[in-house]
């Protein structure tokens, strides 16, 4: 929570340093987190629900059998564990990959500081949701078994991932504005983190997964924010037909 709460503060001061030269700054950041939750309410987030849902379904089957791969019971701890320090990056760096990626609101390419500040002005909203359905007291919402807490207690607050979301808003955001480039390696960084999350204990898969999912609708929400201030040159399609087996889905974007 410390870590987030520092990531929003250093926006907040982004804010205001950028206030002080753009009288407009202020009152942009307000319209642009309003036309990012109005954009919600479309198909393309009605298609993502689609797509997420039933990943959701599948994998709150195989939460326990994936963390009974990296918890026993009978000892009460943690097996099969990553080298610390992976932990450790993947729970500092995702707070500080947040702010540097806002901090490219001050970047004189008119493309860059529209998209770095739209993806600012999304990140208390996403912080903000994430934490409002973590409140809820739901056997979904309970946390893996983890040798760091009280064997016989439960512990709630584990859905959505905090850190998921976050990836998957900026892994959006800055991948259909900048293309393959930057989309892959953010990507990258976003399965490790998923990993991370899954060996440490702190998440099950369908709560990673429902991170994904808010993380991705909330990007394509500010992608089309940041669409309109560069003229719309940048566009994407988002379909799901169903078939006979199942469901064919498909992404596509232009830039």
Not at 135 to 154: E, V
Not at 183 to 191: E, N
Not at 221 to 228: E, R, Y
């Amino acid at each position: 929570m410390n870590k987030v709460c520092l990531a929003l503060y250093t926006c907040f001061i982004c804010f205001c340093l950028q206030a002080a030269t753009n009288k407009n700054f202020f009152v942009r950041g307000i319209y642009d987190g309003i036309s990012i939750h109005r954009n919600f309410f479309s198909v393309d987030s009605i298609k993502v629900g689609m797509v997420c849902l039933p990943w959701y379904g599948v994998a709150r089957q195989t939460d326990e059998g994936i963390q009974s791969s990296f918890y026993c019971n009978k000892t009460h701890t943690n097996k099969k564990q990553i080298p610390q320090f992976c932990h450790d990056l993947s729970s500092k760096g995702v707070p500080a990959l947040v702010v540097g990626l806002s901090l490219f609101s001050f970047h004189s390419d008119e493309h860059i500081s529209n998209t770095a500040r739209v993806f600012a002005a999304g990140i208390p909203y996403v912080w903000g949701c994430k934490n409002i359905l973590k409140c809820m007291q739901y056997d979904c919402n309970l946390r893996p078994k983890c040798q760091h807490f009280d064997s016989k207690s439960k512990y709630y607050g584990g859905c959505p991932s905090g850190h998921m979301a976050f990836m998957a808003y900026a892994t959006t955001v800055f991948g259909l504005q900048f293309g393959a480039p930057i989309a892959i390696p953010l990507g990258m960084l976003t399965g490790g983190v998923l990993g991370c999350s899954l060996n440490s204990n702190r998440h099950f898969l369908s709560q990673v997964v429902a991170g994904v999912g808010i993380g991705v609708l909330y990007g394509l929400g500010a992608t089309k924010v940041i669409d309109k201030y560069c003229g719309d040159d940048i566009g994407y399609s988002f379909s799901c037909t169903p078939t006979d087996n199942g469901a064919e889905v498909s992404f596509s974007y232009s830039f």
